[in-house]
């Protein structure tokens, strides 16, 4: 079935840092592939989101591009402030067969330092 | 007011009890979905919804219904509940493809 697979955590980082969250998937089909932020106390929110190989998804200075050559759709940020501490989760969509929801991965909590 | 709306917001109840959780939305959406968080496991869809006559089993379904009762209210119910569904529970709905899914803010459910 289709998985998404995403780094551990917790991840650390010192304020203005180069990001990089790690997220790969098995998908039949051609799945749309997204990230997901939860902030403190929230519900998830969308951060971004690709729907076909080799688009790049953007938001809020992140970036991730959908590489279906190595089935992977990493999570980048050039500097992280500390506003971006929160849980990142990778997600797929697989339409195909009907298969019309979300799959998560199990999230990734990113702390950034002053 | 937020958008999808959930209550209770946190609950602490006994084994065996009957509990809801509610779940209503302004959004407008024919789709709406409940998932429970758990850490290290992420989001595990238990049940969904794409109209009021449509009712789907997730991955999770077990030990737990669903009742869709408008197009803006969709309910959780443990029939008898269990330590193990101790968890964060969100209720989410979405637009006619699924990609954007708009959350509530969660509900947290202890089962002693």
């Known amino acids: 079935g289709d998985s998404v697979t995403q780094m551990e955590g917790p991840v650390t980082l010192s304020e203005e840092a180069f990001l990089t969250i790690n997220c790969t998937y098995t998908?039949?089909?051609?799945?749309?592939l997204f990230w997901y932020v939860q902030y403190p106390g929230e519900g998830l929110q969308l951060l971004l989101k690709a729907t076909k190989a080799d688009d790049k998804g953007s938001n809020k200075g992140f970036e991730a591009t959908y590489r279906k050559e190595t089935t992977s759709f990493h999570l980048e940020k050039g500097s992280v402030q500390v506003s971006d501490s929160a849980v990142y989760f990778c997600a797929l969509s697989a339409p195909a067969f009907g298969n019309e929801k979300l799959t998560f991965g199990t999230g990734t909590r990113l702390t950034i330092i002053p | 007011d937020a958008d999808v709306t959930q209550t209770p917001r946190n609950r602490i109840t006994k084994t065996g009890k009957r509990i809801m959780l509610e779940c209503s939305q302004t959004k407008g959406h024919d789709r709406m979905y409940w998932y429970r968080q758990d850490p290290g496991l992420g989001l595990r869809l238990i049940y969904y919804s794409f109209d009021v006559k449509d009712i789907n089993k997730g991955e999770i379904s077990d030990g737990y219904s669903v009742s869709r009762q408008a197009q803006a209210k969709f309910s959780l119910s443990l029939e008898s509940a269990i330590p193990n569904q101790t968890a964060l529970y969100f209720c989410?709905?979405?637009?006619?493809?699924?990609?954007?899914?708009?959350f509530g803010e969660g509900s947290r459910l202890t089962v002693l």
């Open positions: 998908a039949t089909g051609y799945p749309s």
């Open positions: 989410a709905t979405s637009d006619l493809f699924v990609g954007e899914l708009f």
